[in-house]
């Protein structure tokens, strides 16, 4: 088990372009989550997936974002046409609904984060 | 206002100090509260998970809940400069949802 796993750790960008990170959870976790966290303040949720199906967006997540997970493993978060209000870290976590009653599926595991550098 | 309000420091102390972190939070329906740790461009770790009101030990880190004052604590005994991070309240209103409110962190500097 090598964690929650996160690429690029870091990506500059000039301002319009699109950009995407990619998350690899730990492997028998079902659930998947992307926050948001900009400097001096705490992840904020933005949305979360069980096995494919993503099943709540945060309204902090604009048209110009997507997140996806094709076959229930690795996620895809894409942002396009950048702001300069985009530049922050995006973390992914992992959780299993197999821990509920016990620790609860709440019990997130984060990955590093991909920071986000918007030009 | 923000439904979990919590100091941002900076806090600094000596090492071997006792430290306390606490959180404010105004949704009653809160009923886990985590603590984690993140240090300088890492995601955050966990480090305490409590349930309803109570305290809960852990080595030298105990969290204490309050759920009449709806305020959390996290206690550091005999702080070390490894403990120097940005310590994040976590709450939750059921066991079966990651969807996390998290406060702003407090950032600890323990000097040797």
């Known amino acids: 088990d090598t964690g929650v796993s996160q690429d690029p750790r870091h990506k500059i960008t000039k301002r319009g372009q699109n950009v995407t990170f990619r998350c690899d959870p730990i492997s028998e976790h079902n659930r998947l989550y992307w926050y948001r966290q900009t400097l001096g303040q705490g992840p904020e949720f933005l949305t979360y997936?069980?096995?494919?199906?993503?099943?709540?967006k945060s309204r902090l997540l604009s048209d110009r974002f997507s997140a996806e997970r094709p076959k229930g493993s690795f996620s895809t978060l894409e942002i396009q046409r950048t702001e300069q209000g985009d530049s922050a870290m995006y973390l992914c976590a992992s959780s299993s609904t197999a821990w509920i009653g016990q620790s609860g599926a709440n019990v997130l595991t984060f990955g590093a984060g991909s920071r986000l550098t918007v030009l | 206002q923000k439904e979990v309000e919590q100091d941002p420091g900076p806090l600094s102390v000596p090492e071997g100090a006792i430290v306390s972190l606490n959180c404010t939070y105004s949704n009653s329906a809160f009923q886990y509260f985590m603590w984690y740790r993140q240090y300088s461009r890492k995601g955050p770790e966990l480090l305490m998970y409590?349930?309803?009101?109570g305290n809960k030990e852990d080595g030298r880190f105990t969290a204490q809940v309050d759920k009449s004052s709806k305020y959390i604590s996290l206690f550091i005994r005999d702080s070390q400069p490894s403990d120097s991070a940005t310590y994040l309240c976590a709450m939750s209103p059921s066991s079966n949802t990651g969807k996390l409110i998290f406060g702003q962190g407090t950032t600890l500097q323990v000097k040797p």
């Open positions: 409590t349930y309803s009101s």
């Open positions: 997936f069980q096995n494919e199906a993503q099943l709540e």
